[in-house]
């Protein structure tokens, strides 16, 4: 069971596939959403990047979840109402006593 500081939820959303060209593709439009309760969300980094014509901001989060967490690299995530791409792989992190086991997942959005 982990602290009760782990009192977030938050949406995983997955794509469908579909045929395009002969080729399997995420299908995006007919998403599954599935609410996974007892995560903890946290800040980990925000830096601005200055290409040749605009400007965007990084924001990266940190997001804890539970073992049992259905959770894929390719799925997206909404957090607050905002929706982050998983950057990397989904790590299980294992306690010695498996009392703060838990799936630490690595989020990014771009604005602007």
């Not at 989904?90 to 799936?103: A, D, E, F, I, Y």
Request: overall charge negative.
């Amino acid at each position: 069971m982990l602290p009760s500081f782990f009192n977030w939820e938050v949406t995983v959303i997955r794509p469908a596939t579909k045929m395009e060209r002969g080729s399997t593709v995420d299908d995006w439009d007919h998403a599954i959403e599935m609410n996974v309760s007892g995560c903890s969300v946290q800040p980990s980094a925000t830096n601005l990047n200055q290409g040749e014509h605009e400007l965007a901001t990084k924001i990266s989060l940190v997001l804890y979840m539970p073992t049992t967490a259905d959770v894929q690299p390719s799925d997206r995530i909404k957090v607050g109402g905002d929706i982050f791409v998983i950057d990397g792989e989904v790590m299980l992190w294992r306690s010695p006593t498996g009392n703060l086991s838990h799936k630490h997942v690595n989020l990014v959005r771009w604005n602007g």
